[in-house]
């Protein structure tokens, strides 16, 4: 498995905030604490080892004994959650959603850049424990984002009435789309491996949170990931005066409110990710997970549904904190507040909208974690780099818009000079000296000049988009083979890792494909990674 890489920025995919943060530059300095390299993160070392309870400590081992009774996990992932206990182990996190069968690829570089991370810094770092974890989002209640995944280009969808926190979803109707992959997925032996895990995960697990869990355990067991649901009445013991702050004095609301304020008046070119609600919780129930709206003094579920008074509130909050939901401006605080973290990884957009939360954090007096942007990757098979050699394409050409791809080829293969360049320069040159002239007569006459100027420049743009026209209509079956082969590594014009599943290339790589990707990617790189796969 050969590398290449390309930077972020060139690739076109990723958010100017998001390459400012990744250049470090000046302002973007201000919404973040340490900076994700091995000097940052021997700094978030320091401060979290001052800032992290024991008492946290035994608690989140225990809660984690006890979801892992049913599992069979490995040595060395038991091993990481009694290490918990202890005031040298640290956590490096990725969260995400209970996607069906993982969703898009982008979700084991995910937690590949943890595993890698993890152990990097431990390596770096004697004396300290590091424990890569993966916090599964199954509060969340948006099922139709995690009820399919694509299999080389068709959709598979589970067809199920939902509400409610996703993790909690029975898995009925799960044999349908079992009965779909069977037959995508063929007879091979990698086939019947995938077949097996699926049926494992989602035919005999309870709820989406088991399944996801057994799943995620089964391909990644062998390298300690530790796998959290903060689902938890334990677990919420300790975030209840945060919550507190947030519901009842608006903190959250205040303080990333001001920060968004801050960056739009910085930069126009910013988007704002998401925004805070003066309440960053939802009500949770069996079936029901519901936004809570305060109206004079009084509290209640999607404005309709009276729930408390202040005082009933406070007490329900402290009494049942499992039913108390944080949304993605409230849930980074609760991570924070009860892993001993010193890094979170995330895709693109969630580090922007972590980037909207450091005054949060610093208010509610809980460190702010490193912020570090998953591996990104390409994985291109043999035959495919075959065939970029033979049209003479480099890795950044793949990454250009197809038109644009198109015409810069085409102007480079044909054997005709298609570009205008020169042409263009000498007609301005004319036109200086007709403009020098002009200057000498009426204002009329120098309008003419400049009329006649855009007139011929137009003519001349014209005349090489027709000319480049009848280059492509030559060369049609080069530009058929370019758009082919971007087609297929970028399919519906977006990132490969944003749409493909890991199911089609585990069927050709088999048990291989996950330890060559961990060997291959370097989370600390910085770059995109293009592998070349053997």
């Known amino acids: 498995m050969d590398v290449d890489c390309i930077s972020f920025r060139s690739t076109g995919f990723f958010s100017k905030l998001i390459l400012d943060y990744l250049d470090q530059e000046e302002f973007v300095a201000s919404l973040y604490s340490n900076f994700p390299n091995l000097d940052g993160i021997k700094n978030q070392i320091k401060e979290k080892e001052n800032h992290f309870p024991a008492a946290n400590r035994e608690v989140l081992s225990c809660v984690l004994e006890k979801q892992y009774k049913n599992i069979k996990a490995s040595k060395s992932t038991m091993q990481n959650i009694d290490a918990l206990k202890e005031t040298k182990t640290f956590t490096i996190v990725t969260g995400h959603q209970l996607n069906l069968f993982t969703g898009p690829l982008y979700f084991l570089y995910k937690i590949i850049s943890t595993i890698n991370l993890a152990k990097k810094i431990e390596e770096e770092n004697p004396g300290y424990k590091i424990v890569p974890v993966y916090w599964m989002a199954t509060e969340d209640h948006d099922f139709e984002e995690i009820n399919y995944f694509n299999f080389r280009g068709k959709k598979i969808q589970w067809n199920k009435e939902a509400s409610g926190a996703v993790g909690k979803l029975n898995t009925d109707g799960l044999e349908e789309v079992f009965a779909i992959l069977e037959k995508e997925l063929g007879t091979s032996k990698?086939?019947?491996?995938?077949?097996?895990?699926?049926?494992?995960?989602?035919?005999?697990?309870?709820?989406?949170?088991?399944?996801?869990?057994?799943?995620?355990?089964?391909?990644?067991?062998?390298?300690?990931?530790?796998?959290?649901?903060?689902?938890?009445?334990?677990?919420?013991?300790?975030?209840?005066?945060?919550?507190?702050?947030?519901?009842?004095?608006?903190?959250?609301?205040?303080?990333?409110?001001?920060?968004?304020?801050?960056?739009?008046?910085?930069?126009?070119?910013?988007?704002?990710?998401?925004?805070?609600?003066?309440?960053?919780?939802?009500?949770?129930?069996?079936?029901?997970?519901?936004?809570?709206?305060?109206?004079?003094?009084?509290?209640?579920?999607?404005?309709?549904?009276?729930?408390?008074?202040?005082?009933?509130?406070?007490?329900?909050?402290?009494?049942?904190?499992?039913?108390?939901?944080?949304?993605?401006?409230?849930?980074?605080?609760?991570?924070?507040?009860?892993?001993?973290?010193?890094?979170?990884?995330?895709?693109?957009?969630?580090?922007?909208?972590?980037?909207?939360?450091?005054?949060?954090?610093?208010?509610?007096?809980?460190?702010?974690?490193?912020?570090?942007?998953?591996?990104?990757?390409?994985?291109?098979?043999?035959?495919?780099?075959?065939?970029?050699?033979?049209?003479?394409?480099?890795?950044?050409d793949l990454f250009l818009k197809q038109n644009s791809l198109i015409n810069k080829k085409i102007r480079e293969i044909s054997n005709i000079n298609i570009d205008f360049t020169e042409q263009r320069n000498h007609l301005q040159e004319q036109f200086a000296n007709m403009y020098s002239l002009a200057e000498q007569t009426d204002k009329s006459f120098l309008g003419a000049v400049k009329a006649q100027e855009i007139k011929q420049l137009k003519g001349l743009d014209a005349l090489e988009k027709r000319l480049l026209k009848a280059q492509k209509i030559k060369l049609k079956d080069h530009v058929i083979r370019m758009s082919d082969l971007q087609n297929e590594l970028f399919p519906n014009h977006s990132l490969q890792e944003r749409n493909a599943n890991f199911s089609e290339f585990y069927l050709e790589y088999g048990e291989e494909l996950i330890p060559k990707l961990i060997s291959k990617l370097n989370p600390l790189l910085g770059n995109f990674s293009v592998l070349v796969m053997d």
């Open 190 to 396: 990698n086939a019947s491996y995938l077949k097996e895990v699926f049926k494992n995960a989602y035919l005999k697990q309870d709820t989406l949170t088991e399944a996801t869990r057994y799943l995620v355990n089964e391909f990644f067991k062998e390298y300690g990931l530790v796998i959290v649901d903060g689902d938890s009445k334990e677990l919420k013991q300790n975030l209840i005066p945060y919550a507190k702050k947030d519901i009842l004095d608006t903190i959250a609301f205040k303080e990333v409110s001001k920060t968004i304020e801050h960056i739009q008046q910085t930069s126009n070119q910013y988007t704002i990710q998401v925004n805070p609600r003066e309440i960053n919780y939802f009500y949770l129930l069996e079936g029901v997970r519901e936004r809570i709206i305060e109206k004079e003094g009084l509290f209640y579920i999607n404005n309709t549904e009276l729930l408390f008074s202040k005082e009933e509130l406070e007490k329900e909050l402290n009494t049942y904190p499992e039913r108390f939901s944080p949304n993605v401006i409230a849930r980074p605080l609760y991570q924070e507040v009860i892993l001993p973290n010193l890094c979170y990884i995330g895709g693109g957009g969630e580090i922007a909208y972590w980037l909207e939360l450091k005054n949060m954090f610093k208010a509610m007096e809980v460190p702010f974690p490193t912020l570090l942007l998953r591996n990104s990757v390409l994985l291109m098979k043999g035959k495919q780099k075959n065939k970029m050699d033979k049209m003479n394409l480099s890795i950044p």
